[in-house]
């Protein structure tokens, strides 16, 4: 599952304020660790990594350290800069619902942004190729009524 869905799904649950603020967020964090992840067996480490940071969170370490661990644990800068939206967002008092929606909008753009140009460079490679193995058979099929017109008149 994309990084992009699971910021949606903590900033589904990251709105409101004070108590309510925190207990949304650790809802929807909770809801997708438990409840979507597992059932991926390829996140099941991202899942386990989450409900750590979600139990550190319980146990009262503030959110800001709490998310550091896990970007210090997972160690991936897929998992570093959302961690850094999420502790800048706890840290300046800002809405992380609005936060994570506006990061994973940008991440998804930028990863469309690597796969167009990825698209455009094998455009390119694939040129070179085309031409040495289409262009030889075009020539003979265009060639060939030519040959045989060229038969029937000397023969």
Request: hydrophobic content about 50%; overall charge positive; some cysteine.
């Amino acid at each position: 599952m994309a990084p992009a869905v699971a910021l949606d799904a903590l900033a589904a649950g990251a709105s409101g304020k004070d108590k309510d603020f925190y207990e949304g967020k650790v809802a929807a964090a909770q809801f997708y660790a438990r409840q979507v992840l597992p059932r991926l067996s390829a996140e099941r480490a991202m899942a386990e990594e989450l409900l750590l940071t979600i139990n550190e969170m319980r146990a009262g370490i503030p959110t800001a350290e709490a998310f550091r661990k896990l970007s210090a644990r997972v160690g991936l800068e897929e998992m570093h800069m959302p961690c850094s939206v999420i502790i800048q967002s706890s840290t300046l008092g800002a809405s992380i619902g609005q936060m994570l929606r506006q990061y994973a909008a940008s991440w998804r753009q930028q990863r469309m942004m690597a796969l167009e140009e990825k698209a455009g460079k094998m455009t390119a490679a694939l040129t070179l190729p085309l031409t040495l193995c289409r262009l030889p058979a075009a020539i003979r099929a265009m060639r060939g009524p030519a040959v045989i017109v060229v038969m029937q008149n000397l023969g």
